[in-house]
């Protein structure tokens, strides 16, 4: 079964520290990773996301970290902020021609206090 | 504001009735997707649409019905459902290509099953 093991389930970080979130995965055949910001009453929005041919990718405060080797990728959040307090969700998938299936990490939800 | 309009937000209908969940995207987005989402738990797919046809349902019950009337419109249709029913339910797109694509979400209609 297609799996997406994601920790911690809980996060809290001092406002300025780095938050970091890890994910790792079964599927060899996964080729797309993405990781998705979810505020209380809205809708999973697209952060960052990275294909397996790169070891890292940053996108302002925010870099994914991908191993393809061990099979694991993370999110780092720099200069953590109160307003990044929310779920986060990594997820993986594979080419499908418009059939992709977005498979999710269990969430994590990151707590940012002054 | 997101691109993939959800109507109506919230909704609360009994186990009787009979209605109709509306998703609405204008990017020219070929694939689109419903999925189910509970409380502090990541997205589920229910169905894929890709050019207008279903491609992917996900052994969603029969009291559940996707609608795909055009490029832009994505329905689900819901009858004689069941307390359990009760979730966000999302509506996703995206552009079908030979490389993974992201998905864009809506911010969901709230349904509770009285």
């Known amino acids: 079964q297609q799996q997406v093991k994601q920790s911690p389930q809980s996060l809290i970080v001092q406002k300025g520290g780095i938050s970091i979130i890890n994910c790792a995965y079964e599927?060899?055949?996964?080729?797309?990773f993405p990781w998705y910001q979810q505020f209380p009453g809205k809708g999973p929005a697209l952060l960052i996301a990275?294909?397996?041919?790169?070891s890292e990718k940053k996108e302002g405060r925010f870099t994914i970290s991908f191993n393809k080797s061990a099979k694991q990728f993370s999110l780092h959040i720099m200069d953590s902020q109160p307003g990044d307090s929310a779920t986060y969700f990594c997820?993986?998938?594979?080419?499908?021609?418009?059939?992709?299936?977005?498979?999710f990490g269990t969430g994590t939800r990151l707590t940012i206090i002054p | 504001d997101t691109e993939v309009t959800q109507t109506p937000k919230h909704l609360v209908m009994g186990m009787t009735n009979k209605k109709s969940l509306k998703c609405e995207q204008h990017?020219?987005?070929?694939?689109m997707y419903w999925y189910k989402q509970k409380a502090k738990k990541p997205p589920e797919l229910m169905f894929v649409?890709?050019?207008?046809?279903?491609?992917i349902n996900e052994s969603v019950p029969s009291r559940f019905s996707p609608e795909c009337p055009n490029s832009s419109l994505l329905n689900l249709h819901l009858h004689a459902l069941q307390p359990e029913d009760s979730a966000l339910y999302l509506c996703?797109?995206?552009?079908?290509?030979?490389?993974?694509?992201?998905?864009?979400f809506g911010d969901g209609t709230r349904l509770s099953i009285l």
């Open positions: 997820a993986a998938s594979n080419v499908n021609f418009g059939n992709e299936k977005l498979t």
């Open positions: 996703a797109s995206s552009q079908v290509s030979t490389v993974n694509q992201p998905q864009h």
């Open positions: 990017m020219g987005h070929r694939a």
């Open positions: 990275i294909r397996p041919d790169v």
């Open positions: 649409y890709s050019y207008e046809k279903l491609s």
């Open positions: 599927n060899t055949a996964f080729d797309y």
